[in-house]
């Protein structure tokens, strides 16, 4: 008679998520394995802050263990998802972690396979390339939810995050923006939804220089794009919107543009147009600014789709497409 046969790639699992599970412990996260119906998630890591609080922030984790996943590819590893993975991960409303672990070494490495799965690709490759570089037991909580744009700053205040807005100003005088600016010119939707872009950026700017008679016109490099992106990870970070930071993160790392979306207020984010206009009304009962009627700081401003000629063109072809298409269909 036989006995039942224990599978060393059991071993192999658990060896994987043990190493895990430390290395997460070891610099003050949250981690919670999935004890049932696994699909392609092993576990979530919570973030916890610098002052120990538990955010709700959390990354989905899958882990691979033993030298099978261990591929070279151009000096970093590679790994090959199966197809209803990468599916399953690219829709995930979370970021997620693939992370291999050698039990020979007791090293593990680490890739947000979502945000890699979400940039287009020139190829077809299947393959996700995870950098030796990323050595789980040597990366900080930070860099680890770098797709929730955390950030060393204190989770603040709806009033301390209005007093920051107000303080944060660029340091060129020929790109005179603030946070303020920026927060207050791009809220639409009857004030229940922020939008950012570059035309909100360069028009605060334009205004602001002509109401100064500056005789220069808006200068812009590195040091102000970079001003403009932190911006971004502020009402990320601050939960003021509740924007879609992972696209955010393919246009400035990957495409080298400065982002734009519209992402709906939360609470917080409502709360802070609220204390805005509280301000403003407090400013004028004193005296200190002039009475504007209807006119409000936080006031909604309208989104509009630019049609050009080239856009107004589009529309034909796209119903010569339509129309073709339903001949042969």
């Known amino acids: 008679m036989n006995f039942p046969k224990y599978h060393q790639t059991n071993s192999q699992e658990r060896l994987g998520v043990n190493a895990v599970a430390e290395a997460i412990a070891k610099i003050g996260q949250i981690w919670r394995e999935t004890p049932m119906a696994d699909v392609g998630i092993d576990g979530q890591i ?35 998802p199966e197809e209803k993975h990468r599916f399953y991960w690219e829709r995930f409303p979370l970021p997620v972690l693939i992370i291999i672990h050698n039990p020979e070494t007791n090293l593990s490495y680490w890739q947000d396979a979502r945000q890699v799965l979400r ?20 990366t900080g909580a930070q860099t680890l939810f770098k797709g929730f744009a955390v950030i060393d700053q204190d989770f603040m205040s709806v009033e301390e995050v209005l007093n920051y807005l107000i303080k944060a100003k660029s340091n060129n005088a020929s790109f005179p923006v603030s946070y303020f600016n920026l927060f207050c ?59 879609d930071f992972s696209d955010c993160m393919i ?9 734009s979306f519209m992402a709906p207020l939360t609470s917080r984010g409502k709360e802070l147009v609220r204390l805005i206009h509280e301000l403003e009304c407090r400013l004028k009962a004193e005296d200190r600014i002039e009475d504007t009627g ?35 269909a």
Not at 211 to 225: A, I, K, L, R, W
Not at 294 to 319: D, K
Request: with cysteine; hydrophobic share 40%.
């Open 185 to 243: 010119s791009g809220l639409t939707n009857i004030c229940r939804s922020l939008y950012f872009g570059m035309d909100v950026a360069i028009t605060v700017a334009e205004v602001e220089l002509h109401n100064q008679n500056s005789p220069f016109g808006v200068g812009m490099g590195d040091s102000e794009h970079n001003f403009l992106f932190e911006y971004i990870k502020f009402i990320v970070h601050q939960h003021i919107a509740d924007v």
């Open 46 to 80: 919570e973030y916890v802050s610098p002052e120990g609080f538990a955010t709700g922030r959390m990354i989905a984790v899958q882990i691979k263990s033993g030298p099978s996943f261990f591929q070279e590819s151009q000096g970093d590893w590679v790994f090959y």
């Open 251 to 259: 246009d400035w790392y990957d495409r080298a543009m400065q982002p």
């Open 294 to 328: 209807l006119l409000r700081v936080a006031q909604e401003g309208f989104v509009q789709l630019l049609f050009t000629t080239s856009e107004i063109q589009r529309i034909e072809l796209t119903n010569k497409v339509q129309r073709e298409y339903l001949k042969i």
């Open 119 to 138: 940039v287009a690709k020139s190829t077809d490759a299947k393959g996700i390339i995870i950098p030796k570089s990323n050595v789980l037991q040597s």
